[in-house]
């Protein structure tokens, strides 16, 4: 078998294998040297964790010869459980020194790094499109500046260190960072961004091609003058998504209202307030397209009234653990959004549970519906259910995951009336047996995703 495929085609072989496979690499590697040297020149991306340097049952390897057996890497996730600078720096400079030439996208998720090792990665990753990495604070961004081709960006802060800050340092932008330029990146995430960190409002100058924003367990977005500066970025802003932000959602959610005319999507997890939301959506003259909210607490029927009033171009709606808000709401707004909504998504939402008809109105207002997702319902009977499929022939995507009260029956009626479903989540659907699910397999010609 060794001799009988030449090169070129084993390697379209390999380069088929899945790559989320973690049975291929032991596989190949034990046929041949021959297969195992082929095999690594097949791939494209590559996941390392690499050992701290104090292991003695697993010393770290030899990471620039351990890279070199990868020549055509474009992808490159590494991570390390050793928590020093000094050992991140090293890692960094390994993949500086090794196919920086090739790398597109990188993925650098051990300790933070210095910014030496940072203006080191800007001079040789000339090719780089996107890159994820943790800093520490204060940040020191200018290093962004030279890497010409970095499209999408994600910056993970992990510590915040007392520092003494410059006298000349004034309006959020640091002496040694240089003035404003236009950077090329159209995404942005970054997490951890506290209260006493400093350097950012260079950042929210100079990303003037932003398209995409995403802010984790942020407590502000800069101190100094940098929530003035965020203005700068918002223009041209498309997707935004906040989590965990509790403390700065409101005067994000004012600035993109005020700043952000061509916003099409948003998502807000786990923070806001009552108020704010409200004044965003009453205020925003977007034509918002995707709406994506998980608010325990500060979700209510006001909100949705208010969005069946402003937002009647929305595409999508998703919404998850929406306690407070009952079916008056819900009513509303799929009457307001008709034909034009294409997905909708109540996840854990006591009104599907505890509201009678409720689904079949929904179902009724909503025929254009193409993805549904009501997981976590566990409450969710047969009868609720099919009740909103005689309406919803078009689905080609439906989620029901962990909706422990259905049962074959929700099948049958899938089968009935969902002629056109490619995809169906049933994971921890504890009332549908298997016999119910092998039948519903056997009359779904269209189906190519079946999650159980």
């Known amino acids: 078998m060794d001799t009988i495929l030449c090169d070129e085609l084993l390697q379209e072989i390999f380069l088929r294998l899945p790559s989320s496979s973690s049975s ?4 190949v590697s034990l046929v041949s040297r021959r297969w195992l040297r082929l095999y690594r020149n097949s ?12 292991s003695t049952v697993n010393p770290p390897p030899c990471v620039p010869s351990l890279l070199s057996l990868y020549p055509y890497l474009s992808s490159l996730s590494i991570s390390s459980s050793d928590s020093t600078t000094s050992f991140s720096d090293y890692l960094l400079r390994s993949v500086s020194s090794s196919c920086s030439t090739t790398i597109r996208c990188l993925r650098f998720l ?15 990753f000339t090719q780089l499109n996107s890159l994820t990495i943790s800093l520490s604070t204060p940040l020191f961004l200018r290093w962004v500046g030279f890497l010409p081709s970095l499209k999408e960006l994600s910056i993970i802060i992990c510590s915040r260190d007392v520092v003494e800050f410059d006298s000349k340092e004034e309006d959020g932008l640091w002496i040694n960072e240089g003035s404003d330029s236009v950077l090329p990146l159209e995404s942005l995430c970054l997490s951890g961004l506290g209260s006493d960190v400093f350097g950012t409002g260079w950042l929210w100058r100079s990303c003037k091609k932003l398209r995409k924003l995403r802010l984790c367990n942020c407590e502000s977005i800069g101190d100094g003058g940098s929530f003035s500066s965020f203005d700068t970025c918002l223009q041209g802003i498309q997707e935004v998504e906040l989590r965990t932000c509790r403390s700065i959602v409101d005067g994000v959610l004012l600035k993109l209202a005020q700043k952000c005319p061509s916003l099409d999507s948003l998502l807000v997890y786990d923070g806001g307030s009552e108020e704010g939301l409200l004044r965003f959506i009453e205020e925003c003259r977007c034509n918002l397209r995707k709406l994506d909210l998980r608010l325990p607490l500060d979700l209510h029927n006001n909100h949705l009234f208010a969005i069946a009033q402003n937002f009647r171009g929305l595409s999508s709606i998703r919404l998850q653990s929406c306690c407070l808000v009952i079916g008056d709401g819900l009513k509303t707004l799929a009457m307001a959004m008709g034909n034009g909504l294409e997905e909708l998504a109540l996840i854990n939402c006591d009104a599907v549970e505890r509201v009678p008809g409720m689904l079949t109105t929904l179902g009724q207002s909503l025929k254009r519906l193409r993805k549904l997702d009501l997981s976590f319902n566990e409450m ?10 005689i309406s919803c ?3 080609i995507d439906l989620k029901l995951r962990r909706c422990r009260r259905l049962t074959g029956a929700a099948l049958v009626s899938i089968v009935k009336n969902c002629k056109y479903l490619e995809s169906l989540d049933i994971v921890d659907c504890s009332g549908i047996k298997a016999d119910a699910i092998e039948t519903f397999v056997s009359n779904s010609p269209r189906l190519r995703r079946l999650q159980v």
């Open 110 to 124: 051990a300790a933070p790094v210095s910014p030496s090792a940072l203006f080191s990665l800007s001079a040789s």
């Open 380 to 389: 969710l009977l047969d009868k609720e259910f099919i009740s909103m499929l």
């Open 24 to 27: 291929s690499f032991p596989a």
């Open 393 to 395: 022939n078009y689905l």
């Open 43 to 54: 791939r494209t991306s590559l996941s390392l964790c690499v050992p701290s340097r104090n």
